[in-house]
C-alpha cells in the first residue's frame, strides 16, 4: 500500500516507525500503567489488550494511509510508546498523539516526535487541519500543545467530560 505520509522519521533521539509483531511488550509498559493510561484509555490493560492495541494501530495505517509511529528510544532500542497521527471512529478530526511509558516522562521525547509528526503533516497531509484531543485534566498534554503552537479551539462532549481540541498551526 501506498501511505500518504513516510512509514519511517528520525529525530536527533528517536527512531519512529510502523509498528512491529514484538513491539507489544515493550508498548506494554504504557498501557500497563495505570498512571500513564489514566488520562488516555482509562484503564490498564492487559498483555492482550495491549496486542490488540497495537494492532489497531497497524490498521489504523492500512484504512487512513498514515498512523501512530513505534517511538523506538535510539540509545536502547526500546519501543517508548506511540507518536503520530490518529483519526479513529468518534474522533472529531485527525490528530497528532503521543504517550510514553512512565520512564521516560519528563525527557521531552514526547516533544521531540511530535514536532517532527507536526512537520510531517504540513508537508505531506496539507489539507488535513490536526488536532490533539486531550482529557482536560492532563496538564501535561495541554502543556506540550500548546508547546507545539496549537490553540485551545472548543471543548467538546466525550465520555462523559467535556475534551478540550487544540488545533495546530
Known amino acids: 500500500m501506498d501511505f500518504s505520509v513516510p512509514e519511517q522519521l528520525e529525530t536527533e533521539r528517536l ?3 510502523q509498528f512491529k509483531d514484538g513491539d507489544w511488550s515493550d508498548l506494554h509498559q504504557y498501557y500497563s500503567d495505570q498512571t500513564a493510561t489514566k488520562f488516555t484509555v482509562g484503564r490498564e490493560f492487559t498483555e492482550e489488550d495491549t496486542w490488540r492495541t497495537m494492532c489497531i494501530m497497524i490498521g489504523h495505517w492500512q484504512l487512513r494511509g498514515y498512523g501512530p509511529y513505534a517511538a523506538v528510544e535510539k540509545a536502547s532500542g526500546n519501543v517508548i510508546g506511540p507518536i503520530g497521527f490518529w483519526f479513529p471512529l468518534g474522533w472529531p478530526s485527525p490528530e497528532i498523539k503521543w504517550a510514553l ?3 521516560y516522562w519528563g525527557k521531552g521525547y514526547a516533544s521531540e516526535g511530535a514536532r517532527t509528526v ?4 504540513k508537508q505531506y497531509l496539507p489539507d488535513i487541519s490536526l488536532i490533539s484531543f486531550i482529557h482536560p485534566k492532563n496538564e501535561a498534554s495541554i502543556k ?5 503552537g496549537a490553540t485551545f479551539e472548543k471543548n467538546l462532549p466525550f465520555r462523559g467530560e ?6 495546530h498551526p
Not at 507536526?118 to 503533516?121: N, R, S, Y
Not at 506540550?144 to 507545539?148: E, G, H, K, R, W
Request: charged residues 10%; hydrophobic residues 55%; proline residues 10%.
Open 118 to 121: 507536526q512537520a510531517v503533516g
Open 101 to 103: 511509558a512512565p520512564a
Open 144 to 148: 506540550l500543545a500548546q508547546a507545539l
Open 162 to 167: 467535556q475534551w478540550p481540541v487544540y488545533r
Open 15 to 17: 527512531i519512529l516507525r
